[in-house]
């Protein structure tokens, strides 16, 4: 056995081990004949000769199993310079990725209102009616409820075309006070320079007890959020209406492109809508069962900001993965 032994010592391949093992534990292997040697003999040879084979076989066994983890693991490592990752292969010329104007807008936005301490909440993309028209007091006769306007299924569920849902969701679930704004894709039936069937929205709202939440506090937190956003802009609130807020006004600011001189894309007048907004109609407060409360409610599409914020004056090109347009965001 000691022969062995040392063969095994000395072998340098997994190929060369395993006919080792076969020439001794193999079918016609050295040990496997002196066992089958056993049936032969008295029970007091047999009880010998079986505790001699036994020790030979565990000192065979140890010295493949140490030497069998030992070739593999040169093995592995021979792999593994092999297959070694060749840097040179890298153009020195690459360069690093970069989040798209889109992203960019959307955590700017965010990071600002979460300074304010409110809340980023979210919901799904698939909707249904109560949800996304009915509990924002949105008749059946609105237009926002036309066919092509919306994209329905054929169970009545729809993709939802604002993130407004998210408002209804979070005071159904949530007591006052809230102070949340609902991220996300929103989708429509529109295709054109300013519009995209599937596009983002930031939607905020405010809920307290009592009546102390106002058009003003809704107004300076606006105002002081678009001179965050755009700089040294002139802005102005103009009446307006949404069913599911009363009083409600557009938000313009002054032209970021002609600093409010008039331009082809302010159409000759100086301003820019950005959002709209409002305080809250009691209507929407009593589908979510909300008494003695006050609050105010904004949105904003997220690619119209990003287009006033980097001077893109096709929405289209946002989403044509143009790297001559990207690649000024590394």
């Not at 939607?203 to 755009?230: H, I, T, W």
Request: some cysteine.
């Amino acid at each position: 056995m000691q022969d062995i032994l040392e063969k095994i010592k000395l072998c340098s391949t997994l190929q060369d081990l395993e006919s080792i093992r076969l020439s001794v534990l193999g079918k016609k292997g050295e040990l496997t004949k002196k066992f089958a040697e056993l049936r032969a003999l008295n029970d007091e040879d047999k009880k010998l000769l079986a505790a001699k084979l036994n020790k030979e076989k565990d000192e065979f066994n140890e010295a493949f199993a140490t030497k069998l983890k030992e070739l593999e693991y040169e093995n592995l490592n021979a792999k593994m310079k092999e297959n070694v990752f060749n840097f040179e292969y890298f153009d020195d010329k690459a360069s690093v990725g970069a989040l798209h104007p889109i992203t960019l807008t959307m955590h700017k936005i965010i990071e600002y209102f979460v300074s304010l301490n409110f809340s980023v909440e979210s919901g799904p993309l698939i909707e249904d009616d109560f949800h996304n028209f009915e509990a924002l007091n949105l008749p059946k006769s609105h237009p926002a409820r036309d066919m092509q306007d919306t994209f329905y299924f054929e169970d009545k569920r729809l993709l939802r075309t604002h993130t407004s849902p998210v408002q209804i969701r979070t005071m159904l679930s949530q007591k006052p006070p809230i102070r949340a704004i609902a991220p996300g894709a929103v989708f429509r039936r529109d295709f054109d320079l300013t519009h995209t069937p599937m596009f983002h929205q930031i939607e905020g709202l405010v809920v307290e007890e009592g009546q102390g939440v106002s058009f003003a506090n809704l107004k300076k937190v606006l105002s002081d959020f678009l001179l965050y956003m755009f700089g040294d802009v002139k802005i102005r609130f103009r009446p307006s209406f949404f069913p599911f807020t009363e009083p409600s006004a557009e938000v313009d600011i002054s032209c970021v492109f002609c600093k409010g001189d008039g331009c082809r894309v302010c159409k000759g007048s100086g301003w820019l809508e950005v959002l709209g907004c409002g305080v809250v109609d009691p209507n929407v407060f009593s589908f979510v069962s909300y008494e003695n409360v006050s609050g105010y409610a904004f949105g904003l599409g997220i690619e119209r900001f990003a287009m006033l914020l980097y001077k893109v004056p096709d929405l289209r090109s946002m989403y044509e993965g143009d790297l001559r347009l990207l690649e000024q965001f590394i």
